[in-house]
């Protein structure tokens, strides 16, 4: 129960957003997202041919899993009486922002320090920042899950992220 029910104030006066609203405009952007994701790979390919996957054939398919999620997610919020509110408190916006903008500043700086490079940095600064573990125990499996992500999405689904300045043939990031 939250802090807003215990005083007896109803739930909808304490926070920022409304759930239902959010849950909307969140459904909505993805849904946007992901017919943008489909249409332009409509353009690539999205099927298969005698050599595998056709370029367009792992976006569609993700476009097309956002565009229903969208729906769905849409359609529960709209059945829903009401959701209440989100925001309550100072530290929840803290919280958003504590992982927010580590995701904004990994987007701008892929072009620059590469995909995987930014999937490594990333995904270990996360697990060590908020799952407090050592370092030396993250860094090696983050490696090597960038370097499983490389081989995926390189070799079979033949999708070619950025790469870092390192890059080379013993260096594949």
Do not use: H, N
Not at 84 to 98: D, Y
Not at 105 to 116: I, K, P
Not at 147 to 157: A, G, H, P, Q, T
């Amino acid at each position: 129960m939250t802090d807003a029910l215990q005083e007896g104030r109803s739930e909808k006066a304490g926070g920022l957003v409304d759930v239902k609203k959010a849950e909307l405009a969140v459904a909505l952007f993805l849904g946007i997202v992901g017919l943008t994701a489909v249409y332009q790979s409509i353009d690539l390919g999205p099927g298969w041919d005698e050599s595998g996957p056709q370029p367009g054939f792992l976006p569609f398919s993700l476009g097309m899993i956002m565009a229903v999620a969208s729906v769905v997610t849409a359609l529960q919020a709209v059945s829903k009486a009401d959701g209440g509110t989100i925001f309550e408190q100072k530290g929840e916006i803290i919280e958003l922002v504590r992982v927010g903008l580590p995701m904004v500043v990994a987007g701008v700086l892929v072009e620059t320090v590469g995909f995987y490079l930014m999937v490594v940095a990333y995904s270990a600064g996360f697990i060590i920042w908020y799952g407090r573990f050592r370092w030396y125990k993250v860094i090696p499996f983050a490696i090597l899950f960038a370097f499983v992500l490389f081989r995926i999405l390189e070799d079979f689904f033949r999708i070619f992220m950025p790469k870092s300045m390192f890059y080379s043939d013993s260096f594949p990031f």
